[in-house]
Nanobody
């Protein structure tokens, strides 16, 4: 199993970024996917969830209305569109999948929101 994130970077407050996670080594279309983030000195927190077929999504209250999770099962990719970014969105963002009792994580991609 491999999860590889991309798309992070430095953006000004109010700006946008689109994160992507390319998955391999498992049947992507059969499993829900999640995005987490971890800010310096804070615990890792769940940001967004998407069901296996993409029909159900859920978001942390802090990002509702600003972030959108989506997936392309034909390309084994899950994305996170982040709009109206705030300095408090600064964190390392991780792609996550749980299969049975085992959780898998990507290496993370840094998002920094600063003027």
């Amino acid at each position: 199993v491999q999860l590889v994130e991309s798309g992070g970077g430095l953006v000004q407050p109010g700006g946008s970024l689109r994160l992507s996670c390319r998955a391999s080594g498992f049947t992507f279309s059969s499993l829900a996917m999640k995005w987490y983030r971890q800010a310096p000195g804070k615990e890792r927190e769940l940001v967004a969830f998407i069901s296996s077929a993409g029909l159900t999504t859920n978001y942390a209250d802090s990002v509702k209305g600003r972030f959108t999770i989506s997936r392309d099962n034909a390309r084994n990719t899950v994305s996170l569109q982040m709009n109206s970014l705030k300095p408090e969105d600064t964190a390392v963002y991780f792609c996550n999948m749980k299969r049975g009792w085992t959780e898998y994580w990507g290496q993370g991609t840094q998002v920094t929101v600063s003027s």
